[in-house]
Structure formats: structure tokens, C-alpha cells
């Protein structure tokens, strides 16, 4: 197991930012931290990393009791913190230099991992850039290759993608996946649940610092009674109508928004079947249809009753 | 060393900044040195006033008395009339009449006490050796007339010129036989204590700042790099860059003064401004530990170099700032500094009062330094436990 979390309280005064939180971490997974802004993530990741003193509870990394002092361990860690955490007055170049030196003594093999992490995370024409002349995604790309270049066991990376653009924002999510691939495990935190699902192979949900679901995607998907979710573009809908598919067997909703019907299902069957038959046997006039299974929205949405962006 | 490195390219950066005050300093320096009179002056000699003398009687004691005047007044030949005499005053062909009156003579002799009828331009500093003169010979033939009763005006007259003749060997001596003569060195270093600490201030609060930041401390702490390991990394900049400051500093101010180097007293000089140099950078410490932004930083680096300096007597000697001013700042360094330079000055030799209170005033520094330090320590500790 690479981190070991048991029973982590974190206090600020009446505020329990953490709650009794548990978490194992896995070799070679990509573990998500998946919860709305304030939902104690950082506070986690802070705690892990001992940036910050808790109240209650027990954190193991490689196996061995997390502390400040615990450099052995942290040689091994790598950190992307949610700011961009670099010297303005240092090149992109300096910055990683610096960062990797922190952790690699050797001159040769520092600059051979600076010049690697400059090529993964795609900064090569920007070498000698300053990083006030950086744009927010060259910035994040900055910020994660000062935090991998060292080659970590084990990367941590807390909100990475926050105010980036798509482009930067794929970049980043396909250089982690890489990084795993090259044997790294990854804790990676985000309120972005499309990121969490795309890239995590296991993912722990918090709200209001507690733990309130911890799995896979489709083990997630599977602690709620929601299945099949199916959208109709069509311009008219008689009551008659509504009725039917209000009355079809595993209905769990149905709106109509006076352009799209949305129609939710319990799991089970496929209904898109059904749905279509009678679409076309009442020649109901309807443009586009498309069906999607849960996503962790809905998984966030049935467990605490709020979507998880409120 | 990545962090010492790390520094140094930090302080680098700001080079530009530094070469401003640098600048200052040497162009308030060159200024000293172009407006600075030579007081290498070890004599000086009268000037003489140009004096119209009128008497209206022809005595002994009245020519004895112009006899005595002829070493401090040229006597010109004029007309003695009102009106020449104003003009004549006026457009400086003369600073002085003097009037002798009539009866003069008898009057001083029976024991009276006659005057002389004086008209002088105001303000004028050879009119004053006149009128010093007029008053010793008339003081001192009173007192043969006093002590000898019957004294002829003939011998009043030969033994009151025979006494003024007298002259005391007067021997310019050098305050000390190995320190300045032109006070140049002494001015330097005390000017020195403005730059220096604006300077050490300035760059030791650039490289907290920047280490001070949150993010990046948090960072760092993520690292294997032991916070003492930081640390000290950041102290061995910081003594670095003081190091070079003062080498520079110092070294402009010995180059400036090029010409007292050879004497006894310029070591001293040189070691009480590397203490004071010590302490600027542990009060720098704690300054920039106190201190966020660096707006803030500037405006406080500015007050305490200036507000320093000025009650300490760097702009301005230390004899004339009142005592309660000099009280205030006998809390600051920068006062035991220049003091400490005033002592040296004054040194003649190794050992005595003079020496022991230059030691002393280095010591309160070293003190302040240690004091500071300590501070600085407290601080962190406190803002790690929050």
C-alpha cells in the first residue's frame, strides 16, 4: 500500500474540515479525491503531506508514519499544488532545476530529468521564459514539471487544471495517465467529476470533509438506484404522451423543457428500445436522441441530494 | 546547494535596484569630497584694519597707544571731514576712526576713565583685534599708573609696549598623532551606516520575501530539504551578499578617503563597520520575518535608514543633537556605530578610556546583532505554530 490514512480528524476551531476520513492508496492506481469546493481535499492532501498538524488519526506513506521530518519519504513524493507554486524571478528551465535539485544531488542526472520533464509537459520553446510571460496553461504545465521531474514513486497532484484552458486541460490528464503508466501512483483531487471518471481508476467522493463513497467509476455508479438516462429533442409533446412515458415500466422521472424530454430510468434493462417504438408508432416528430448511463453528477446527486458544483 | 544558489541568482536580479543606492553613495561622497574645505590649516595670521586716526593732542601715552595699533591697522592718511569719513566707511576705504580727544591724556593720568571715540563698519572681524588692542594697552598702562604713582607718561608708554611686544609661542597640535586631520575617513563610515543598511535591508528582505511566500514554503517542505538545511542556505546567502556589500561599501569609503589609510586608526574603522554590517543584516532578518509585501518592505527599509541615521548622528554630529534625541537613539544600532567611529577618531593607542569605549560601542552592537537574531527566531517560531 502506498498511503495508509486512518481515522483523520482535522479541526479549525468548530469547523471539522476533515471527519474521520480512511483511505488506502494503491500501487499503481490513479486515486481520485472527488468533492466540491470545501469539501476537504487539500485538507487531506496537506494532512498526507504533513503541511499541516491534525487532531486525530494515522498516516502511513510506503509504509512508513508520515511526518515532517520523514524525508526518506518525501524524496519519493511528488506535489503539484492547487497554486502555482514557482519563483517568478527563476527561467522555466531554473524553476525546474531548482525544484529537481531539491531532490537529485547528482548535476548530470538532474539535467537529464529537467530536460525530460521539459519535453513531457511540452515546455521546450519555453525554456528561458520567465514565468510572468506565461499563459495559465504554460503556467500549470510549469507547475507539474517542476513537481514530477524527479521521477516520484508517488505523485500527488491537487487541482492541476483549475482556470485552464480545454487544450492545456487534455494535455495535463493525458501527461498523468503517462506518468502512471511509467509506474508512478497518482492521488489526484478535483471538483471536475468528468476528469476524475476519465483518468481515476478508483475514486473517493468527500462532502463537507467526509467520506461519502469510496470505488471504482462503476462501483460508484452502482451504490445509486438511477440507470439509464435518455434525452429527446422534440418540439411538441402532448399530455397523452407525457403519460406513457411517465407510466413506463422503470421510470424513475420525466421532464419535458418544451425542447428536450428527459426521461430517467431505474437500472436494469435498456429502454431506448421502448421509447423509440412508440416515438415512431405516434409519429411524434423529434430530432436528436442520445441515452447515457450515470455519471458521478448523479452518483453525488442521489447520496447528498445537492449536483456537486452547487 | 540549490537554495544558496538559488539566492544568489535572486540578488542578481535585483542588481539594478542595489546600483541605485550604490550610486547615491558615491555621489554624495564625491560631493563631500569637492565641498569639503582643507582644514589642514596649523596657523593663521591677523588681518589688519585700515584704521583713520585722529588725535587732538600730541602725548606720550597717545603715541604709544598708535604704536601699539600699528600691528593690527594700516593708518590712512584722510581727510577728516564728516562727510569723506562716511564715505569713506561705506565704500570700505576704511573700516575704523578713531578719535583721540582732547585732554585725553590729562584725564587718564589723574585716574579718570576717558574714552576714545571709535567709528567702525559693524561685523567686521579686524575691527575687533583694534579694539582688543586699544583696551589691552589702555588696561595695561592703567596698571603701571595704579602700581606705581608718579609713573611718567614716557615710562607707561616703554614698558606697556615692551609687555605687548611679549609673545607666547602658541603650537598647533593634531588632536591625535595617528588619526584624521580631515575628519574625511570619520565621515565616510558614518555615511556608510545609511547605505549600508538600506542596501543590506533591501536585499536580505527581497530574498524573504520570496521564501516567506506560502506557497512556495509549503512547497519546500514537501521536499526532502530539511527546513534547517533552507535555512542555512538562505543564512550563507545572506552573509555572502553582506560580505560583498560591505567590501564594496568599505572599500569606497577607504578609496575615498584614500589618503588616511595609512593611519593607525583606519583598521578599526574597517572592523566596527563590519560589525555594524552584521547587525544591519540581523535586523534585516527580522524585518523581513515582520514584514509582508514588498511596498511595505521599501517603506520600511526607508523609514529605519533614515530615521536612524538622522537621530544617530549619521547626516548630522552627535555633538549637536540634543541629549534626549541621543537617548532615544542609544536603542539603535546605528547610533553605537557612529559613536564607535567617533571613539576612533579619537584613538591615540590601544588601551586607555577612548580605546575601551570603542570596544564597548562595538560590543552593544554585537549585542543588538544577537538581539535581533533571537527576535527573528521568536517570530518564526510563533508564526510556524499558528
Known sequence: ?310 | MPVFKLCLKIFKKNIPVMMIYFGLFIAVSIMMITMSTPTDQTGFSVSKARVAFFSEENTPLVEGLKTSLAENADFIDIEDDQEILQDSLYYRKINYVLRIPQNFTADFMTGADPKVIKTSIPGSTSNVYVDLKIESYLNTARMYLDLIPGISQEKIKSQVLSDMAEETEVEMLRRDSSGSETGLMQYFFNYLAYTFMFIIIMGVSVIMLVFNDPIIKQRNSCSPFSTTKINLQIFLSILLFTFFSWIVLAGLSLTFAIDEIPNFNTKYYVLNSLIFALTSSALSYLIASLVKGREAMIAIANVVTLGSSFISGVFIPQDLLSEGVLKIASFLPTYWFVRGNRMISMLMEKSGPVFDEMVSSMLIQLGFAFGFFILTMIVSKKKRSV
Open chain 1, 1 to 310: 500500500m502506498i498511503v495508509e490514512v486512518k481515522n483523520l480528524v482535522k479541526r479549525y476551531g468548530d469547523l471539522v474540515a476533515v471527519d474521520d476520513l480512511d483511505l488506502e492508496v494503491m500501487e499503481g492506481e490513479i486515486f481520485g479525491l472527488l468533492g466540491p469546493n470545501g469539501s476537504g481535499k487539500t485538507t487531506a492532501i496537506n494532512c498526507i503531506l504533513s503541511l499541516l498538524k491534525f487532531d486525530n488519526g494515522e498516516i502511513k506513506v510506503f509504509g512508513k508514519p508520515m511526518s515532517p521530518e520523514a524525508y526518506d519519504i518525501k524524496k519519493d513524493i511528488g506535489i503539484v499544488m492547487q497554486e502555482v507554486a514557482v519563483f517568478n524571478e527563476l527561467t522555466v528551465y531554473e524553476n525546474i532545476d531548482y525544484f529537481c535539485g531539491l531532490y537529485i544531488t547528482d548535476k548530470s542526472e538532474r539535467k537529464k530529468l529537467v530536460e525530460e520533464a521539459i519535453a513531457f509537459v511540452g515546455l521546450g520553446d519555453f525554456k528561458k521564459f520567465y514565468p510572468k510571460k506565461l499563459s495559465g496553461g504554460l503556467l500549470r504545465r510549469l507547475n507539474i514539471a517542476c513537481g514530477i521531474s524527479h521521477k516520484p514513486k508517488l505523485i500527488i497532484l491537487d487541482e492541476p487544471t483549475v482556470a485552464v484552458d480545454p487544450q492545456s486541460r487534455n494535455k495535463i490528464l493525458e501527461g498523468i495517465v503517462e506518468l502512471n503508466k511509467n509506474g508512478a501512483t497518482v492521488i489526484y483531487t478535483s471538483h471536475y467529476m468528468e476528469e476524475v471518471e476519465q483518468i481515476c481508476s478508483r475514486i473517493m467522493i468527500l462532502d463537507n470533509g467526509k467520506v461519502i463513497a469510496t470505488g471504482t467509476k462503476e462501483e460508484l455508479k452502482e451504490m445509486i438506484s438511477l440507470g439509464e438516462k435518455i434525452t429527446l429533442q422534440v418540439f411538441e409533446m402532448e399530455d397523452t404522451h407525457m403519460n406513457f412515458f411517465k407510466t413506463m415500466e422503470n421510470a424513475v422521472s420525466v421532464d419535458y423543457d418544451g425542447k428536450f424530454l428527459v426521461m430517467k430510468f431505474q437500472k436494469g434493462n435498456s429502454n431506448l428500445e421502448q421509447v423509440l417504438d412508440y416515438v415512431k408508432s405516434h409519429k411524434i416528430n423529434f430530432g436528436k436522441i442520445h441515452t447515457e448511463m450515470p455519471t458521478l453528477n448523479d452518483v453525488f446527486l442521489e447520496i447528498t441530494g445537492k449536483e456537486l458544483r452547487d
